[in-house]
Each structure stands twice: as C-alpha cells, then as structure tokens.
C-alpha cells in the first residue's frame, strides 16, 4: 500500500525562523514607537512651557503699558 509521508524538519525550522524574525521585528517597531512617544512628550512639554511662559509675559508687559 502506500507508505506514510515522512516529516520534512526543515520546514518547522524554517517556520520557527520566520517567526522569530517577525517577534524581533515587532519589538524594535514597538521599542521605537514608544522612544519617539516619550521624546514628543518631553519636547512638547518644554515647548507648551516656553510658550505659557511667553504669553503671560506679553500679556503681563501689555497690561502694564497701559
């Protein structure tokens, strides 16, 4: 009759490999995305700061000229 088919190991290696490539892939995507959230929010905090600071200048300089 007809023989059983033998296993070929090189495709589950093969398979494993893939999907290690993928999991390191997706953690540098995941670690830069988050690197870049972090830096958009000490930037944006310094520069919300420097420009709350400027307002109440001008508008504390305005008030007093007058």
Known sequence: MNEPRKKNPTFGV???IVVVVLFVIGTVL???????REYDETVGAGAARA??????AASQGGSSAQ
Do not use: D, E, G, I
């Open 14 to 16: 093969a398979v494993l």
């Open 30 to 36: 995941f670690n830069a995305l988050k690197s870049k």
């Open 51 to 56: 420009t709350a600071t400027a307002s109440t």
